[in-house]
Nanobody
Framework: QVRLVESEGGSVEAGGSLTLSCANA????????MGWFRQAPGKEREYVALYLGDSGTQYADSVKGRFNISQDNTKNTAYLQMNNLQPEDTATYYCATDHNPSLLFAVATGRAPPDTLAAWGRGTLVTVSS
């Protein structure tokens, strides 16, 4: 019921902006909630932003005020708008989804294993040069 397709990442200079999208390529009648995670070279995967529906959005401290997550349920697509990008934002970005927003939050906060989510995207590389 879920297959996530991420948009291409890209290379930008520090201070630039980039928007990623993540679409569920399969039709579904369920509401899914999406999150964005990233993994920099040599580092563990970390959560970036979550869209939790009525519970709002959550952001990692490192991206608050710079990144914005949104979700268009009519298109089964989530977006991550990234502004004022910095070299430390360089990473492979992954979207992930589940119909249970509490589980998505639990994975983001390390209280549940990543593979408990319904689906993960393949990842897309974002490179920020100084």
């Amino acid at each position: 019921q879920v297959r996530l397709v991420e948009s291409e990442g890209g290379s930008v200079e520090a201070g630039g902006s980039l928007t990623l999208s993540c679409a569920n390529a399969l039709s579904t009648t369920k509401t899914y909630y999406m999150g964005w995670f990233r993994q920099a070279p040599g580092k563990e995967r970390e959560y970036v932003a979550l869209y939790l529906g009525d519970s709002g959005t959550q952001y990692a401290d490192s991206v608050k005020g710079r990144f914005n997550i949104s979700q268009d349920n009519t298109k089964n697509t989530a977006y991550l708008q990234m502004n004022n990008l910095q070299p430390e934002d360089t990473a492979t970005y992954y979207c992930a989804t589940d119909h249970n927003p509490s589980l998505l939050f639990a994975v983001a906060t390390g209280r549940a294993p990543p593979d408990t989510l319904a689906a993960w995207g393949r990842g897309t590389l974002v490179t920020v040069s100084s």
